[in-house]
């Protein structure tokens, strides 16, 4: 069974950064895509980035692209989540998921991924 956990979270002043690292184990990491959604209060669950199984190649939601930045090391079986010049509106609770799809599939709706993780909260301050 795959596990997932989150960490990294935590509160920002609006324009800081913040590193998000999901750990995964349980099965072969680089037989997964990966995925990085966030949560609000009172909203959907929003898809924000996906890497590919091998790393090389990545997708973003474009409200995102140019701040945040996902990467994989599949030696440490983790996946990260850059987040940069973070604004208010991001302020949400982050999941980490994993996708089966592959080799090269760029999953981004939640209902391509099996496995998803506690989450950590980002607070981000005006």
């Known amino acids: 069974q795959v596990q997932l956990v989150e960490s990294g979270g935590g509160l920002v002043q609006a324009g800081g950064s913040l590193r998000l690292s999901c750990a995964f184990s349980?099965?072969?990491?680089?037989?997964?895509?990966m995925g990085w959604f966030r949560q609000a209060p009172g909203k959907e669950r929003e898809f924000m980035a996906s890497?590919?199984?091998?790393?090389?190649?990545?997708n973003y939601l474009d409200s995102v692209k140019g701040r945040f930045t996902i990467s994989r090391d599949n030696a440490k079986n983790t996946v990260y989540l850059q987040m940069n010049n973070l604004k208010p509106e991001d302020t949400a609770v982050y999941y980490c998921?994993?996708?089966?799809?592959?080799?090269?599939?760029?999953?981004?709706?939640?209902?391509?991924?099996?496995?998803w993780g506690q989450g950590t909260q980002v607070t981000v301050s005006s």
């Open positions: 349980g099965r072969t990491f680089s037989r997964y895509a």
């Open positions: 998921a994993a996708s089966p799809k592959g080799p090269i599939v760029l999953p981004t709706r939640s209902d391509e991924y099996d496995y």
């Open positions: 890497i590919s199984r091998s790393g090389g190649g990545t």
